[in-house]
């Protein structure tokens, strides 16, 4: 059963005045601490990279990423609020994000929202990390549902009809690799070093993406996505036609793949879009900032006069104002944290 505390948490107009929310982001390898008000200003936005720490690795190490965020959680609870010129009393609710994730990090996060609730009288609110990433299209805007939400990270690649700021059905998702994880996978044969997205993202600007036929993924669902063909399909190509010194047909591979995976993701969204008619098309998630997927969803829909929301290059990766925005909008119940704190990843995110 649902307790009514958890239903008035999930009414943000009960409020009368402005609502501030300080929210934790640490369910992969961000350490991320945020103040956002009413679910879309953003007063502070503190977001401390592991990457350095997980290169060695070549992706991102559970343990590690846990021990990290405990390090740096407290610096940037501090650098969030000097920023924002805030006090601790002056925050009316405490977020953090459930999951899905690294159980440990996630932990990490969770405990430090949850700590400083207790210590101020204030409310703890959970959110799905999912949510998140779509609700960073509300901050410094005013998107509104409904509208389709094309979802891109290194662990998640879906598309989601966000009908209200509390229902979200799926449309479909990938079968295999998220779109970000193939990215990195394929930038590692390539030598291009972890993280690798943005790396292979500016290294395909400079190629001819024509030179190489690799498969658009093909699937039974309408909506679904399939990368794993796509990413065997470079591997091979890298192994059998990559010479050490030729940077030029480096940059067109590079160039080939990000023109394969782009179009499997514009093709299944331009096919959501129709199915249901919606005028606003959004897009969420790290492969957000990809300049090639950004440039062909704005053409198409400049040519067929739709509205195509992006959030702003600072909110596509994982951070904290994101995970505020959905505290505010979607903030979950007892039994909806419950559910997704029980199906945590225990893999590496990327």
């Given at each position: 059963m649902v307790s009514q505390k958890s239903i008035d948490l999930c009414r943000p107009w009960l409020y009368a005045s402005s609502m501030k929310i300080l929210a934790f982001e640490?369910?992969?390898?961000?350490?991320?601490?945020?103040?956002?008000?009413?679910?879309r200003r953003v007063f502070a936005n503190v977001v401390r990279s592991q990457a350095e720490n997980h290169r060695q690795y070549g992706g991102v190490v559970p343990e590690v990423a846990s021990r990290q965020h405990l390090i740096l959680a407290n610096e940037a609870l501090?650098?969030?609020?000097?920023?924002?010129?805030?006090?601790?009393?002056?925050?009316?609710?405490?977020?953090?994000?459930?999951?899905?994730?690294?159980?440990?990090?996630?932990?990490?996060?969770?405990?430090?929202?949850?700590?400083?609730a207790f210590i101020t009288g204030k409310p703890f609110r959970g959110v799905n990390h999912l949510h998140g990433h779509i609700a960073s299209n509300y901050l410094e805007s005013t998107l509104e549902p409904p509208f389709l939400c094309l979802l891109v990270s290194g662990g998640h690649c879906q598309l989601m009809?966000?009908?209200?700021?509390?229902?979200?059905?799926?449309?479909?998702?990938?079968?295999?690799?998220?779109?970000?994880?193939?990215?990195?996978?394929?930038a590692r044969v390539l030598g291009l070093g972890y993280p690798?997205?943005?790396?292979?993202?500016?290294?395909?600007?400079?190629?001819?993406?024509?030179?190489?036929a690799l498969p658009v993924g093909k699937t039974q669902g309408r909506f679904d996505f399939s990368f794993s063909g796509l990413k065997t399909a470079t591997a091979r190509l890298a192994q059998n036609e990559l010479k050490a010194d030729?940077?030029?047909?480096?940059?067109?591979?590079?160039?080939?793949?990000?023109?394969?995976?782009v179009q499997a993701l514009v093709q299944r969204t331009q096919a959501a879009q129709q199915a249901l008619g919606y005028t606003?098309?959004?897009?969420?998630?790290?492969?957000?900032?990809?300049?090639?997927?950004?440039?062909?969803?704005?053409?198409?829909?400049?040519?067929?006069?739709?509205?195509?929301?992006?959030?702003h290059m600072a909110f596509c990766t994982d951070n904290a104002a994101m995970i505020a925005s959905a505290a505010f909008f979607s903030p979950l119940t007892e039994a909806m944290a419950d559910e997704v704190f029980s199906r945590q990843k225990t893999v590496p995110c990327r």
């Amino acid at each position: 059963m649902v307790s009514q505390k958890s239903i008035d948490l999930c009414r943000p107009w009960l409020y009368a005045s402005s609502m501030k929310i300080l929210a934790f982001e640490s369910s992969c390898d961000e350490t991320s601490v945020a103040i956002v008000e009413d679910g879309r200003r953003v007063f502070a936005n503190v977001v401390r990279s592991q990457a350095e720490n997980h290169r060695q690795y070549g992706g991102v190490v559970p343990e590690v990423a846990s021990r990290q965020h405990l390090i740096l959680a407290n610096e940037a609870l501090q650098a969030a609020m000097d920023e924002s010129q805030l006090d601790l009393q002056d925050i009316d609710v405490f977020a953090a994000t459930l999951g899905p994730g690294l159980v440990g990090s996630l932990l990490v996060g969770a405990q430090a929202a949850k700590t400083l609730a207790f210590i101020t009288g204030k409310p703890f609110r959970g959110v799905n990390h999912l949510h998140g990433h779509i609700a960073s299209n509300y901050l410094e805007s005013t998107l509104e549902p409904p509208f389709l939400c094309l979802l891109v990270s290194g662990g998640h690649c879906q598309l989601m009809d966000v009908q209200a700021y509390d229902t979200m059905p799926l449309l479909g998702q990938t079968l295999d690799d998220a779109v970000g994880e193939t990215y990195d996978k394929v930038a590692r044969v390539l030598g291009l070093g972890y993280p690798g997205g943005p790396v292979l993202d500016q290294l395909a600007q400079t190629g001819d993406a024509t030179r190489y036929a690799l498969p658009v993924g093909k699937t039974q669902g309408r909506f679904d996505f399939s990368f794993s063909g796509l990413k065997t399909a470079t591997a091979r190509l890298a192994q059998n036609e990559l010479k050490a010194d030729d940077q030029t047909a480096l940059a067109d591979l590079a160039a080939s793949f990000q023109h394969a995976a782009v179009q499997a993701l514009v093709q299944r969204t331009q096919a959501a879009q129709q199915a249901l008619g919606y005028t606003t098309v959004a897009v969420a998630g790290g492969v957000a900032a990809n300049s090639a997927l950004r440039q062909q969803l704005a053409d198409w829909c400049t040519e067929q006069g739709l509205q195509l929301h992006l959030p702003h290059m600072a909110f596509c990766t994982d951070n904290a104002a994101m995970i505020a925005s959905a505290a505010f909008f979607s903030p979950l119940t007892e039994a909806m944290a419950d559910e997704v704190f029980s199906r945590q990843k225990t893999v590496p995110c990327r």
